[in-house]
Structure formats: structure tokens, C-alpha cells
């Protein structure tokens, strides 16, 4: 049975089909052996262009990059500032306040430009919060209101009075503490036990 042999060289696109024979020792043209053949060039050619081409590898282009994740949104949460529980009132407004009746009233008269009256306000927020109802508790810029607090015969700042049924009925000047307010306050509003020695307040009569 006869074998064939077949070289394919990639290069030149062909490829190279030498004579066949029975054995290795067979001769063929002539006895001429296949390698002395192949190099004498008694070898023919065979047309490859009917076999398929081969083509080189196909290379995938590399994924594309993805697009960078937007930064996450910034939140801008907006928190109320606490409401204040003192009001700030005008001269109108503090002539309205002190012809009603129905709760004594603890006035703050004060400046912006004060030191003590700066360092009262929150002590007298915490008055405020603890009396609830039972008082108003009212500021009034005495810059702005110099009529009010000409009336009232304001002399130092800060000056708080305690009114009832429209009447001064204690001023204290000087900064004080939410526990010496709220001592004053129960003591002259309410009927409640002398508070202890504060310094720069005074008692009023009722007029």
C-alpha cells in the first residue's frame, strides 16, 4: 500500500508533494532516493489555492473602560435653629403686652452690644422653658426702644423687672442665673419664700 507524505510551507501559501513509495529504501525517478529527489527539484507543486487560507489569530480589542462613578450626591439637610421661647418686642408691642393681664410678665432690657445681657439670654431661655405658661417672658433692645427704656428708668444694663397687673413690682440689674430668676420670680409673682440676698436687685412698690 502506497503512503503519501505531504509538506505545507506557510510562507509561500503551496505546498509540496513528494513522489511516494512502497518502502524507505524505494527509489523513485530513476533511482534517485527521495531526499536526493527533493533536492535535484524532482518534485512537483501543488496548487493550495483551493485549500483554505489560514489566517493568524483574531485579537479581541480590550473591553472599554468604564465610565468613573459620578461622586454621590451631597444632601444638604437644613435643621431649623430652636425657637426661641423669650420674644422680642417693640415699643407697640410692649404696651399690648402689658395691658393684658392674664400672666405677670419678666422683661429683659438689653443691648447688643452688652456683654452681661449676652451672657443672660440663654439663662433666661431656661426661665422660660421651666415657667412655661405661667409667665411671658419678653426682651426689648434698649437702643432701639430708648423711649421704653427711658420710661422705665433704665440705668444699667442688663436691667429684668418683674411686672404684674401693670406694675414693676422688682428690677434687678446685672447679669443673673436662670436659678436666681426663677428664685425672684416665685417670690414676687407667686407668693413663693423670700429668695436669698441678690446683689443689685431692689424691690419695688407697687404704685
Known amino acids: 500500500m502506497r503512503s503519501y507524505i505531504f509538506a505545507l510551507l506557510a510562507s509561500g501559501g503551496s505546498a509540496l508533494t513528494l513522489h511516494a513509495a512502497a518502502s524507505s529504501t524505494a527509489r523513485v525517478s530513476g533511482g534517485v532516493s527521495r531526499c536526493a529527489a527533493a533536492q535535484m527539484g524532482l518534485v512537483r507543486q501543488v496548487n493550495t489555492s483551493g485549500l483554505p487560507a489560514q489566517h493568524p489569530p483574531?485579537?479581541?480589542?480590550?473591553?472599554?473602560a468604564s465610565p468613573p462613578a459620578p461622586p454621590p450626591a451631597r444632601v444638604c439637610l437644613l435643621v431649623p435653629s430652636p425657637r426661641s421661647l423669650v420674644r422680642?418686642?417693640?415699643?407697640?408691642?410692649?404696651?399690648?403686652?402689658?395691658?393684658?393681664?392674664?400672666?405677670?410678665?419678666?422683661?429683659?432690657?438689653?443691648?447688643?452690644?452688652?456683654?452681661?445681657?449676652?451672657?443672660?439670654?440663654?439663662?433666661l431661655e431656661l426661665v422660660a422653658e421651666k415657667l412655661g405658661d405661667k409667665v411671658r417672658v419678653l426682651k426689648i433692645d434698649a437702643d432701639d426702644e430708648p423711649v421704653v427704656?427711658?420710661?422705665?428708668?433704665?440705668?444699667?444694663?442688663?436691667?429684668?423687672?418683674?411686672?404684674?397687673?401693670?406694675?414693676?413690682?422688682?428690677?434687678a440689674e446685672g447679669a443673673l442665673m436662670a436659678d436666681e430668676l426663677e428664685a425672684l420670680a416665685d417670690h414676687h409673682l407667686f407668693g413663693g419664700p423670700p429668695p436669698p440676698q441678690i446683689t443689685g436687685g431692689e424691690s419695688v412698690s407697687q404704685q
Open 58 to 64: 483574531s485579537v479581541l480589542p480590550p473591553p472599554a
Open 88 to 123: 422680642q418686642v417693640n415699643t407697640a408691642e410692649f404696651e399690648e403686652e402689658i395691658q393684658d393681664c392674664s400672666t405677670p410678665i419678666i422683661l429683659d432690657v438689653f443691648a447688643v452690644w452688652c456683654g452681661p445681657c449676652q451672657l443672660m439670654a440663654p439663662q
Open 149 to 171: 427704656a427711658s420710661t422705665l428708668r433704665v440705668q444699667g444694663l442688663p436691667t429684668v423687672m418683674f411686672i404684674n397687673d401693670m406694675s414693676v413690682v422688682m428690677r
